[in-house]
């Protein structure tokens, strides 16, 4: 059942970015912009929300933040397919994205809590690969969604499929065992992250239309700055803040935290390249282009299984190492090889989305969760995978937001070559992610002494 939710979850943000023209040709009076904030707000939400609910689920239970993140997503998808209007869209994202942050802590920690140490990386594995296996069938089910019927039937698909998984989640899962003394989140954390992530992401997205000198795009950089800097100080105060400086002080949680980001940024700015690319240039219909598309998530799917067996044989370290380095290369191709002419499917633009999904998803980020995992224990499982997801949707908000904001409204001169541009850029991000996590250990440390903080490059 926890399985199930995460399906849903991924075949839904795999959906959004292949059917997003679809939604914009049925509010033609609005602004290309406000369109980003459809992917962004129910990210905002996500990263905003989803150590809050790792720390509920640990303090009453994961089983009841599943069922209530369950439902919560359910009744989001439903307000979606009858939006009347872009912003009653965005709003109604807004709750589907605290549904999925709700869930999904709850749903990793109740699989952690059902494996012994010794397997946990394998279970990780195949969390990962269901979530790679449904977001590859997400571009493909919303171009034929979008084809045959309207986009309001793809999320009417999450309400049809959500109810029984819920249904049977309420009957059939038993609660992991409750943490005694587990402190309830910090609200003000919550809402000082979700403002910095809206601003940030405003001032990313219109930076092109309003132009860096324009006064809106100087206050609300101004804004996200001050945003930031009451969050870092709150959590330093806060016993319970939404990023925990005490699970930060380890280097392996850190560097795979710091690392997942980037990786995230580059995969999700890819990803919504990849659909616009397919369509603006080769002239893809929104089912082609969602088929196109689903190489990437479908090889992430499938690598993800083997690479725990991989890891347990060349440490983690040279997993994660080799599946950046196949990312970068991904992209690279993507960057100086992809042109004009669709005839390049199949020679440049499958091998690289092959290459992209593979590295990142299939073997980066699935081992860096794993990695990061084994130095929690019972006690913070939800609140360190949950701090994990939020640098994850952080990064896939900036990677959102940079697309939209630099790609602009290019003529059709220069289309090729801004797609070139910002693919080169999204390369840069698993490169500079390739080198942080060279500070990672060789092998995965045991759990003893990992329970511990690391000491400082000072202390060493």
């Not at 640990?58 to 009841?64: E, L, Q």
């Not at 009858?82 to 009653?88: K, R």
């Not at 296996?133 to 089910?141: D, E, V």
């Not at 990312?327 to 091998?351: D, K, R």
């Amino acid at each position: 059942m926890t399985t199930a939710a995460v399906f849903l979850g991924s075949m839904d943000s795999g959906t959004v970015p292949v059917i997003l023209p679809k939604i914009e040709a049925d509010f033609p009076n609005t602004q290309a912009a406000t369109f980003s904030f459809v992917l962004t707000a129910y990210t905002i939400a996500l990263a905003a929300l989803v150590v809050v609910s790792g720390r509920l689920g640990d303090r009453t239970g994961r089983r009841r933040m599943f069922l209530i993140g369950g439902v919560t997503f359910i009744i989001g998808s439903a307000l979606c397919a009858a939006a009347p209007s872009p912003l009653f869209l965005i709003g109604a994202r807004l709750v589907e994205g605290t549904g999925h942050a709700l869930f999904t802590p709850a749903s990793i920690g109740l699989v952690l809590a059902a494996f012994p140490e010794d397997k946990r990386s394998v279970a990780i594995g195949a969390w990962v690969a269901v979530g790679g296996i449904a977001a590859a069938l997400g571009p493909a089910a919303g171009g034929l969604i979008v084809e045959f019927t309207t986009w309001r039937v793809s999320f009417l698909l999450n309400v049809v499929i959500g109810v029984p998984v819920v249904v049977r989640a309420f009957v059939l899962l038993k609660d992991s065992e409750r943490v005694k003394g587990a402190s309830l989140p910090d609200i003000p954390s919550v809402v000082l992250l979700a403002a910095t992530l809206a601003m940030t992401s405003l001032a990313i997205v219109q930076v092109r239309t309003w132009g860096i000198s324009d006064n809106r795009l100087i206050v609300a950089a101004c804004l996200a700055v001050i945003f930031a800097v009451a969050l870092a100080a709150r959590s330093a105060r806060t016993t319970s803040p939404v990023i925990d400086y005490e699970l930060l002080q380890g280097r392996t949680f850190r560097v795979s935290m710091v690392a997942s980001l980037l990786i995230a940024m580059a995969m999700f700015a890819n990803l919504v390249m990849q659909a616009q690319f397919l369509q603006k240039v080769w002239g893809y219909s929104t089912l082609g282009a969602g088929f196109g598309v689903m190489p990437m998530s479908a090889s992430a799917g499938l690598t993800s299984v083997f690479a725990a067996r991989f890891a347990r044989r060349y440490s983690h370290k040279r997993v994660i190492l080799v599946g950046i380095a196949i990312t970068a290369c991904g992209m690279y191709i993507l960057a100086f090889a992809s042109g004009e002419s669709s005839s390049q499917y199949w020679t440049v633009f499958f091998p690289a989305l092959v290459m992209v999904g593979m590295g990142a998803w299939g073997m980066a980020v699935a081992m860096m969760n794993a990695t990061a995992a084994e130095t929690l224990n019972s006690d913070n499982f939800g609140v360190g995978m949950a701090i994990l997801q939020t640098g994850r949707q952080i990064g896939s908000i900036l990677g959102a937001s940079m697309f939209f904001g630099l790609f602009g409204d290019p003529g059709p001169d220069q289309i090729v070559s801004r797609f070139h541009e910002l693919w080169l850029l999204v390369a840069l991000l698993p490169t500079a992610a390739f080198l942080i996590c060279l500070r990672l250990p060789d092998r995965s440390p045991s759990m003893v002494t990992q329970l511990q903080p690391e000491p400082s490059a000072r202390a060493r």
